[in-house]
């Protein structure tokens, strides 16, 4: 009797642990190496400045080391209406025609969902207003208000609504990049195309979520490929979050869902370790104040000669796992 006892023991620690571990957000490492190249700075130039988008820091994106070359004049700053991480230059009479630049980060990334949401995540108090308001091309039109209205018909919740308004995005919108427009984000093109990319997909999903009473924010970044350990990244990848009054920020990624739809369900309030935040926002203002209207969203570095925006500028985005055991062993 007393080794059946036991094993029940045992088998209940198990299954303590199995539990414990199914809950464990999924986690990835990686050397993120953010590269730039201008070229062609005219020789009298009087004043070069550069501004750059900095990894942002959260409870599921912990940048573990950073190194930027060059090092000698890079100060750091933040928008003041998103508090987005900036790195920034300005270069007196340059005397070089073209520079590079170099950003290399050690990231750990987690996967973040309600399931997996950190302890006190809603302790901090926000100011959730500007996540209400209309931007220059996330708009809160009457026609985005009627459809809004429309599609949360008799949904009460927050939840609820947001959900109705994933799925309707999800049924009614293709992912194209074939008409000219995509890209930019435009809610009305959107709304009338009814085709773009992850950009199109999330600012529709932003104004029909504010028009319907719910904050909703666009966040930034770049996409870590699954079935890879290292390679060049070809251009960014956006999402969305909207907040609920008990859960918190849910994140959403309709347009992942649209390209993988057996992950229909998982992307409506979860997304995985395989892309790095980098940026938070529309209509960016940098600084220190650049000479320029405020960048539809920030994610490429902005460039100015003299006062006026410069355009002879070539990126390259790497990554690379690195083997979280053997981090761990050097400890």
């Not at 309709?254 to 390209?259: G, P």
């Not at 104040?289 to 390259?316: C, H, M, W």
């Amino acid at each position: 009797m007393r080794k059946i006892f036991f094993i029940v023991l045992i088998l209940a620690g198990i299954g303590v642990w199995l539990i414990a571990w199914a809950n464990v957000p999924e986690s990835r490492l990686v050397d993120f190496n953010y590269e730039v190249l201008i070229e062609g700075i005219p020789e009298k130039t009087k004043e070069l400045k550069i501004w750059f988008p900095y990894l942002s820091e959260t409870p599921y994106q912990e940048i573990q080391e950073v190194t930027i070359e060059p090092q000698e004049g890079a100060q750091i700053s933040y928008d003041k209406i998103y508090h987005n991480k900036i790195l920034n230059y300005m270069i007196a009479s340059p005397q070089n025609s073209s520079l590079k630049f170099n950003i290399r980060y050690r990231v750990k990334r987690s996967e973040y969902s309600n399931k997996h949401a950190p302890s006190g995540s809603l302790s901090k108090k926000e100011d959730l207003r500007k996540y209400l308001q209309a931007d220059r091309l996330v708009t809160i039109s009457s026609k985005v208000k009627g459809m809004a209205k429309e599609i949360t018909q008799r949904k009460t919740t927050t939840l609820d609504k947001a959900r109705a308004i994933y799925d309707y995005i999800f049924q009614n919108v293709s992912y194209d990049k074939t008409i000219p427009g995509w890209g930019n984000g435009d809610t009305e093109r959107v709304c009338s195309l009814k085709a773009g990319n992850c950009t199109d997909f999330h600012s529709l999903f932003i104004s029909l979520a504010r028009a319907s009473g719910i904050p909703a924010k666009f966040v930034m970044g770049v996409p870590l490929s699954n079935g890879k350990k290292e390679g060049e990244i070809s251009g960014y990848h956006c999402w969305a979050e909207f907040y609920d009054e008990k859960s918190g920020w849910v994140p959403v990624d309709i347009s992942e869902a649209w390209k993988n739809k057996s992950r229909y369900a998982y992307y409506f309030g979860a997304i995985g370790a395989d892309r790095l935040e980098i940026s938070v926002g529309r209509d960016i203002v940098l600084e220190p104040n650049a000479n320029a209207e405020p960048l539809n969203y920030f994610f490429y570095p902005y460039v100015e000669v003299d006062g006026r925006k410069f355009l002879q500028i070539k990126t390259s985005f790497r990554f690379k796992d690195v083997n979280m055991r053997k981090e761990v062993s050097k400890l």
